[in-house]
């Protein structure tokens, strides 16, 4: 009667575990910006998958921007061998990620590239174990509207007469 009990939840065991690690944990979450279109945003995000297995998640970042320089930077770190995130790919308004090769610490970054409107990260990847994270950082530097550089041509142009006026002078 012991072994057939054992029997039974061992399969009930290993089945349940097979299914569990088959489960993914895709998530989407919005990330507010922190800043102001004149001086730039900023924000930080992350998750932490609670299931083995395959994700795709996406990050909704508002506002929207208007013509700016933004990069880009996620990690995971396990040195201890639990809570291991194998980083796929990610991209950003269709931007892709560079990674480092997967290993205990792993990040992917996205070199200074232009961008506009509404933001959306998606991050593709494997949790190998349960409760594994993983963080990042978004920065945004606004680019100055034409008018900034035509008044600052302006500006040195009335320099430059000014400086010709006293050499005359």
Do not use: C
Not at 28 to 47: D, I, M, Q, R
Request: aromatic residues 10%; negative net charge.
């Amino acid at each position: 009667m012991k072994l057939k009990s054992f029997l039974i939840g061992t399969v009930l065991a290993a089945t349940s575990m097979t299914t569990y690690a088959a489960v993914g944990d895709s998530q989407s979450v919005g990330v507010t910006l922190y800043g102001t279109p004149a001086t730039g945003y900023s924000t930080n995000f992350g998750l932490t998958h609670l299931v083995v297995g395959s994700f795709t998640d996406v990050f909704t970042f508002s506002p929207s921007v208007g013509p700016s320089l933004l990069n880009a930077w996620v990690q995971t770190m396990n040195l201890g061998g639990n809570h291991d995130i194998d980083f796929g790919s990610a991209d950003l308004n269709g931007h892709a990620l560079t990674f480092t090769p997967t290993g205990g610490i792993e990040a992917g970054w996205l070199d200074p590239t232009w961008v506009s409107g509404p933001l959306v990260l998606t991050v593709n990847g494997i949790s190998n174990s349960v409760t594994a994270s993983y963080s990042g950082t978004l920065n945004i530097d606004p680019v100055p509207e034409p008018e900034t550089y035509l008044m600052m041509l302006g500006g040195l142009g009335i320099l430059s007469y000014i400086g010709r006026r006293r050499k005359q002078s």
